[in-house]
C-alpha cells in the first residue's frame, strides 16, 4: 500500500466579513514572547509509521535502536500519530473503518483506544494543544472541511471554523493561544491565516492570487510563523512576523524549498530541499534570518521528515542508499547517522516521545535573552 507523504494538503479556512475583521482587536494586538510552563529531557523514545507489515501501522523504538514495539495492528492504514505534550497519550488517523477515516487515540503503550472524532466522512491531521487540553483536527462532519475542538477533559467537541471553503492544517502556537491554518477561499489558492481557539477573531495574514501557502511553524516565542509558498512556480520559505505585521522571504531557489522547522532555542530553522546536483531532497539549514544556508544530509539520497530532537540532532527518514526508506538519529555535532529502526518497507513520520520536567523554567540562551 502506498505510503503517504507529507505534502502540501490544500485546505481553507473559515472567512470572516470585512466588518468583522476590522472591528478584531487582533489586527492591533502586539505578540509578546511567552515563559513556558513546561521544559523537556532529552527524548528517549520516538514513534514513527511503517508498512513493513504490509500496511501502514505505528511503532515505538528507543533512540538507541532497540526495544521496537508495534503499537497498532489491523488490516488498515494508521498513520499522522504524534505525543500529548505529557508523553502519556497518542493521537493518530485511521482508515480502520472502511470508508470512514476517523482520529483515535491510545495510551502511550498502545492500549485503551478510543475513537474521538466518531463521525461519518473525513475526520484527520490531528494536532495536540501546547498544555494537552485539546486537540484540533479537520472533520467534513459539516459538509466542507472545517476545524473542531475535541475536549480532553470532557469529550466534547466543538466547532472553531465555519466557512464554505475548506479550512485545513490546524497548527498550535507554543503558547496556546492561536491555531494557523491554510484558506483557499475565493481564489482557490491556500493563504495563511491565524484564529482564536473559539474562532471569534480571525486574521488573514498573506494574501497572493497566484500562490499557495503551508507547512506552516510557529516560533518558540509564538511571535513569528515560518511556511513555504509556491510563487511563480517555485517553492520558497517565508516568515510572517506578527509584531511587524510583515511577511520576509527567506529563500530564494529555482528549485524547491519546503517545510521549515524551528529549533527550540528559535536561532535556527530546519527545512527540505532538492537544491542538490541530484535533485533528491536533502534536510538542510540556516539561520532564522535566511543566512547561513547549508544542507546536512547527502545529497545521492532521498531524505524527508526531518523532526528536531533536540538543538543538536534530529530525526527524520533517509533511503541512505538502499531500496527502503528508514528511520535515522543524526548528531550535527558528529555528522554521525544513526539508523533506529532498519526494516523492509517504508519508514516514516518519526515523532520524538516528550519527557516532562514538571515546575521548571527551561534556561534561555544567550540570543535569546538580548531578544526579549
Request: aromatic share 10%; glycine share 6%.
Amino acid at each position: 500500500m502506498k505510503l503517504l507523504t507529507h505534502g502540501l494538503l490544500k485546505s481553507v479556512v473559515c472567512c470572516l466579513t470585512l466588518s468583522v475583521l476590522l472591528s478584531c482587536s487582533l489586527h492591533e494586538q502586539k505578540f509578546s514572547k511567552n515563559d513556558v510552563l513546561e521544559t523537556y529531557s532529552a527524548p528517549k523514545e520516538a514513534l514513527f509509521v511503517s508498512n513493513q507489515d504490509g500496511d501502514r501501522e505505528i511503532y515505538l523504538t528507543k533512540l538507541d535502536g532497540t526495544g521496537l514495539i508495534q503499537l497498532t495492528n489491523n488490516s488498515s492504514d494508521d498513520y499522522e500519530a504524534s505525543w500529548s505534550p505529557q508523553g502519556d497519550k497518542i493521537v493518530f488517523t485511521s482508515n480502520r473503518i472502511k470508508g470512514n477515516t476517523e482520529v483515535y487515540l491510545m495510551n502511550a503503550d498502545g492500549t485503551s483506544l478510543v475513537n474521538i472524532s466518531n463521525s461519518p466522512g473525513f475526520d484527520g491531521r490531528a494536532s495536540w494543544s501546547p498544555d494537552g487540553e485539546f486537540i484540533a483536527f479537520n472533520s467534513a462532519r459539516s459538509g466542507v472541511e472545517q476545524i473542531f475542538l475535541w475536549h480532553r477533559s470532557t469529550g466534547t467537541i466543538t466547532q472553531v471554523t465555519d466557512s464554505q471553503y475548506m479550512s485545513s492544517l490546524p497548527t498550535w502556537s507554543p503558547d496556546g493561544k492561536w491555531i494557523a491554518y491554510q484558506n483557499f477561499g475565493k481564489s482557490h489558492k491556500a493563504d495563511l491565516w491565524i484564529t482564536s481557539l473559539d474562532g471569534a477573531k480571525n486574521r488573514q495574514l498573506t494574501s497572493h492570487k497566484k500562490s499557495e501557502d503551508g507547512a506552516f511553524d510557529w516560533s518558540p516565542d509564538s511571535t513569528k510563523i515560518a511556511f513555504h509558498s509556491r510563487r511563480d512556480y517555485r517553492y520558497n520559505l517565508y516568515v510572517y512576523d506578527l509584531n511587524l505585521n510583515q511577511e520576509f522571504q527567506l529563500t530564494h531557489t529555482y528549485t524547491s524549498d519546503v517545510q521549515p522547522k524551528w529549533s527550540a532555542s528559535g536561532d535556527v530553522i530546519m527545512f527540505m530541499s532538492n537544491r542538490g546536483q541530484y535533485g533528491r531532497t536533502q534536510i538542510c539549514l540556516m539561520q532564522e534570518d535566511g543566512t547561513e544556508q547549508r544542507c546536512i544530509t547527502d545529497s545521492r539520497y532521498q531524505a524527508g521528515d526531518p523532526t528536531w530532537l533536540n538543538d543538536n540532532s534530529i530525526l527524520h527518514s533517509n533511503w541512505n542508499g538502499k531500496r527502503f526508506s528508514n528511520i535515522y538519529l543524526l548528531d550535527l555535532g558528529t555528522e554521525q547517522l544513526i539508523p533506529l529502526a532498519p526494516a523492509i518497507g517504508y519508514q516514516s513520520q518519526p515523532i520524538p516521545r516528550p519527557e516532562v520536567l514538571p515546575n521548571k523554567k527551561p534556561v534561555m540562551t544567550g540570543q535569546q535573552l538580548a531578544r526579549r
